[in-house]
């Protein structure tokens, strides 16, 4: 009968391996509890931000829609004032049309009750009829200035000078500007003016515009408009749509016996009117240009 083996000495690993047995144990267990804790604590971050969200979009959702009441009313109020044949005071007329273009010059056309306000002041024989032009002309400035302001962040503007004199003398054929060439949103084209007449009583230009592509290639359509740009054009609502979706517009920044000085500006079609829709093709277009985009994000090539 063999005897046993006698039992090995525990060395220092050993002695080393039986401490840490429990150690480990409660070092697991600390680690369980602690990504348990943390992932709680981030569990409820995710439902605190969640919850302030929805709280946030509720309360922006309600201001929204009180101020589109609000808006509602107002404009209400002060239309009825221009379609009731009874509010013949001009100075009321010059208030109305103020709140209206303060207020609503993003999303209505204006330019029709300008030209009514400026023919009645012209008919008028009221002593304060200077002091109402003044204010009508700087209302519409203010407003052309902040639209260009914004649309020219987007975009990208030039000026030119129109001498009436010279005007003038060219009769029906007009004199041409010099073209200009710009950029907007990777798209170069050339945009040039040929200004047909002026009419100095109510200070507006009549102007033809043609766009086309900057290399002269059939990459752009040619695009032609004829329009009549005064004080009271502002280029968020009056501008013209080129067939790659970019608008142009064209303003009046001075007018004197003299000279006129117009600006045009070049934009992405989706900094217009809100009152102008977008074309399924521009829509369609967009779509692509975003999945495409991602694409290149996600690294799975154009």
């Not at 030119?160 to 949103?185: N, Q």
Request: charged letters at 25%.
């Amino acid at each position: 009968m063999k005897e046993p083996a006698p039992m090995r000495e525990k060395d220092v690993w050993d002695k080393f391996a039986i401490l840490l047995a429990p150690i480990g144990g409660l070092l697991t267990a600390f680690a369980v509890a602690f990504v348990g804790i943390k992932g709680s604590q981030l569990l409820e971050r995710r439902q605190s931000l969640d919850t302030n969200a929805r709280l946030y979009s509720e309360l922006m959702s309600r201001r929204e829609e009180a101020e589109a009441s609000l808006r509602k009313d107002m404009f209400q109020s002060i239309i009825t004032s221009f379609l009731t044949p009874t509010s013949d005071e001009l100075s009321a007329r010059v208030l109305n049309l103020e709140l209206l273009a303060y207020n609503f010059h993003d999303s209505l056309n204006l330019k029709p009750l300008f030209l009514e306000v400026q023919r009645q002041l012209l008919r008028s024989n009221d002593p304060g009829k200077a002091d109402y032009f003044v204010r009508l002309n700087r209302v519409a400035r203010e407003i052309s200035a902040k639209q260009l302001f914004a649309l020219e962040g987007k975009g990208q503007s030039y000026r030119r000078t129109v001498d009436l004199e010279a005007l003038a003398a060219a009769g029906a054929a007009g004199v041409a500007l010099d073209p200009e060439t710009v950029t907007v949103d990777g798209q170069t084209f050339e945009v040039g003016m040929r200004v047909l007449k002026a009419d100095v009583t109510q200070q507006q230009l009549t102007v033809r515009m043609r766009v086309t592509a900057a290399d002269g290639s059939a990459a752009l359509p040619d695009s032609r408009a004829q329009f009549t740009v005064g004080f009271y054009d502002f280029p968020v609502i009056d501008n013209t749509r080129l067939p790659t979706g970019v608008r142009c517009a064209t303003t009046l920044a001075n007018f004197s016996p003299v000279a006129a000085d117009l600006v045009t500006v070049c934009f992405p079609g989706e900094y217009a009117s809100l009152k102008d829709r977008p074309y399924y093709d521009e829509v369609i277009q967009q779509l692509r240009e975003a999945n495409k985009q991602e694409q290149i994000a996600l690294g799975a090539g154009p």
